[in-house]
């Protein structure tokens, strides 16, 4: 947790009875400005938004950042049947509806980003902005297989130095500058607190299932018709890192051809996805909110 600007957590029951769970960082000041929601990627969690969050709520922005279900404390599913984009966005919609919010702005880190494309297409109206954090409608197959390759696995980790060597396995490619004190904040993020202190895995291992290439290719066209729909109505930031093998530059290149009003930015020396810690990330997220 943040040292500067506390969260208090969030709770909620989705329409087929979970208890899910936030993290709400109220805003320094006042402010009339929608909330903007922090939607983390497949195995992440809220933590993901340690540093990112406070320093928001700072600038006078309310700040809710999920934990989706099977991540986190928010509650498992046994059947592990409801694990898709479509049951994320209707626990997002629940979550405004219990909050009383008309709308939010929406950070979505990779999968996040698909659901906040999935909430536009449900309700333009409940979408204020989006800033898509190194995801797009198309998705580069080289970052699949990467993902599958420990996506929903759960080697032994008895150990913090498991925890980081842990880390720095599964993200070597997308943070080749990292320091050893980075691949620990990583582990922290990656991993909770067990009940002796060690690390623990932070997610349903069920919460990933394979597609097969055909269903990948039918998911795109439909996710290119609801990208065009959100970024044509509202404002869009993409962010993409410089060498991520999830979001290609051509990828980007097209959304810009599709919607020409789009904003993006390349973050150096980072693959998939930025952590939204690094100082060109921060300005882009500056210069977005500010414009709003």
């Given at each position: 947790?943040?040292?500067?600007?506390?969260?208090?957590?969030?709770?909620?029951?989705?329409?087929?009875?979970?208890?899910?769970?936030?993290?709400?960082?109220?805003?320094?000041?006042?402010?009339?400005?929608?909330?903007?929601l922090?939607?983390?990627?497949?195995?992440?969690?809220?933590?993901?938004?340690?540093?990112?969050?406070?320093?928001?709520?700072?600038?006078?922005?309310?700040?809710?950042?999920?934990?989706?279900?099977?991540?986190?404390?928010?509650?498992?599913?046994?059947?592990?049947?409801?694990?898709?984009?479509?049951?994320?966005?209707?626990?997002?919609?629940?979550?405004?509806?219990?909050e009383?919010?008309?709308?939010?702005?929406?950070?979505?880190?990779?999968?996040?980003?698909l659901?906040?494309?999935?909430?536009?297409?449900?309700?333009?109206?409940?979408?204020?902005g989006?800033?898509?954090?190194?995801?797009?409608?198309?998705?580069?197959?080289?970052?699949?297989?990467?993902?599958?390759?420990?996506?929903?696995?759960?080697?032994?980790?008895?150990?913090?130095?498991?925890?980081?060597?842990?880390?720095?396995?599964?993200?070597?490619?997308?943070?080749?500058?990292?320091?050893?004190?980075?691949?620990?904040?990583?582990?922290?993020?990656?991993?909770?607190?067990?009940?002796?202190?060690?690390?623990?895995?932070?997610?349903?291992?069920?919460?990933?299932?394979?597609?097969?290439?055909?269903?990948?290719?039918?998911?795109?066209?439909?996710?290119?018709?609801?990208?065009?729909?959100?970024?044509?109505?509202?404002?869009?930031?993409?962010?993409?890192?410089?060498?991520?093998?999830?979001?290609?530059?051509?990828?980007?290149?097209?959304?810009?051809d599709?919607?020409?009003?789009?904003t993006?930015?390349?973050?150096?020396?980072?693959?998939?996805?930025?952590?939204?810690?690094?100082?060109?990330?921060?300005?882009?997220?500056?210069?977005?909110?500010?414009?709003?």
């Amino acid at each position: 947790m943040s040292t500067e600007v506390d969260y208090t957590p969030l709770r909620w029951r989705s329409h087929d009875g979970l208890t899910l769970e936030a993290r709400n960082y109220a805003p320094a000041a006042p402010s009339k400005e929608a909330p903007i929601l922090c939607i983390p990627g497949l195995t992440r969690s809220a933590r993901d938004f340690d540093e990112v969050a406070p320093w928001l709520a700072k600038h006078g922005r309310r700040v809710i950042v999920v934990n989706l279900r099977g991540r986190g404390p928010s509650g498992y599913d046994p059947t592990g049947r409801s694990y898709k984009p479509a049951t994320y966005v209707r626990d997002m919609q629940a979550l405004l509806k219990h909050e009383g919010l008309e709308a939010t702005y929406i950070i979505g880190t990779s999968l996040g980003g698909l659901v906040a494309m999935g909430m536009a297409s449900a309700n333009i109206r409940q979408v204020a902005g989006v800033v898509l954090n190194d995801i797009g409608p198309a998705v580069d197959p080289a970052g699949l297989k990467r993902i599958a390759s420990y996506a929903g696995k759960t080697p032994p980790v008895s150990t913090w130095a498991d925890a980081v060597a842990y880390a720095k396995f599964t993200g070597e490619t997308a943070f080749p500058d990292f320091k050893d004190a980075d691949w620990k904040k990583l582990a922290k993020r990656t991993f909770r607190v067990d009940e002796n202190g060690g690390p623990a895995f932070d997610y349903d291992p069920k919460i990933f299932k394979p597609a097969p290439a055909f269903a990948i290719k039918i998911a795109s066209f439909f996710l290119w018709r609801k990208f065009r729909h959100m970024a044509s109505k509202r404002p869009t930031l993409v962010l993409r890192g410089a060498i991520s093998d999830v979001l290609s530059a051509t990828t980007v290149q097209q959304m810009h051809d599709r919607v020409p009003t789009l904003t993006s930015k390349e973050i150096p020396g980072v693959g998939h996805a930025p952590t939204l810690d690094e100082p060109e990330s921060r300005k882009a997220l500056s210069a977005f909110f500010l414009t709003l």
